[in-house]
């Protein structure tokens, strides 16, 4: 049992370029949400998706754009990289039914030069 | 604005509890207490959670005062791999509500 699967582990960009951070669970998990943490802070919530098909905004949406593609995957997509946007980010799902437990993977650790 | 308050660090000894104060003043009625902790470089992992009753688990044991104002988790026998940031987090008990990471306490567990 794979969990959550977050692709790639490490990606290096230019500024401007763009590229999709893919996430996938196993669980058969209902709500995928995808967080960003910068150094030394807490992780910070870019985009959710409370249902397959549905997609809502989190504190830091800018920049970003969200793909829930089925219920398995949801992909965060960077149209145009920027330096700020270096960051470690974590895909997480969560089944519904035992509360508000989250299950996250191991992170893309993204730089933007 | 926060909606919990934490020690930014702590230490303990190898052996010992380790307990994790947390205060949550603000905390709605219907939202309950979650423990998660990051451990270095890794996604942050569930640990426990609670609504006014203590509860228990393998991993550990929450205490929620009476009021709600506050809680502690206790790690009852801390190893070297317990060493890790700890988020204490209200929120709904609803499986798709959003979870507000702070910034946590960096437990330190000496030798």
């Known amino acids: 049992n794979a969990g959550v699967t977050q692709t790639p582990k490490f990606q290096v960009l230019k500024t401007g370029q763009s590229m999709t951070l893919q996430c996938a669970q196993d669980m058969n998990h209902n709500s995928m949400y995808w967080y960003r943490q910068d150094p030394g802070m807490g992780l910070r919530l870019i985009y959710y998706?409370?249902?397959?098909?549905?997609?809502d905004k989190g504190e830091v949406p800018n920049g970003y754009n969200v793909s829930r593609l089925n219920k398995r995957e949801f992909s965060l997509r960077l149209e145009s990289a920027a330096p700020s946007q270096t960051s470690v980010y974590f895909c997480a799902s969560n089944p519904g039914q035992r509360g508000n437990i989250q299950y996250f993977g191991a992170g893309t650790r993204l730089s933007v030069l | 604005d926060a909606k919990t308050t934490q020690p930014t660090s702590m230490d303990c000894a190898e052996g010992r509890a380790a307990n994790l104060p947390c205060n949550h003043s603000t905390i709605s009625g219907n939202e309950y207490v979650y423990w998660y902790r990051q451990i270095h470089s890794q996604g942050p992992q569930y640990i426990i959670h609670?609504?006014?009753n203590n509860e228990t688990n393998e991993m550990a044991s929450l205490i929620i005062t009476e009021d709600r104002k506050s809680s502690t988790l206790i790690l009852p026998h801390a190893t070297l791999r317990d060493t890790a940031v700890y988020y204490c987090?209200?929120?709904?008990?609803?499986?798709?509500?959003?979870?507000?990471f702070g910034t946590g306490t960096r437990l330190t567990i000496i030798p």
């Open positions: 609670g609504l006014k």
């Open positions: 998706s409370a249902s397959e098909g549905t997609t």
């Open positions: 987090i209200v929120a709904p008990n609803f499986g798709n509500e959003k979870l507000t």
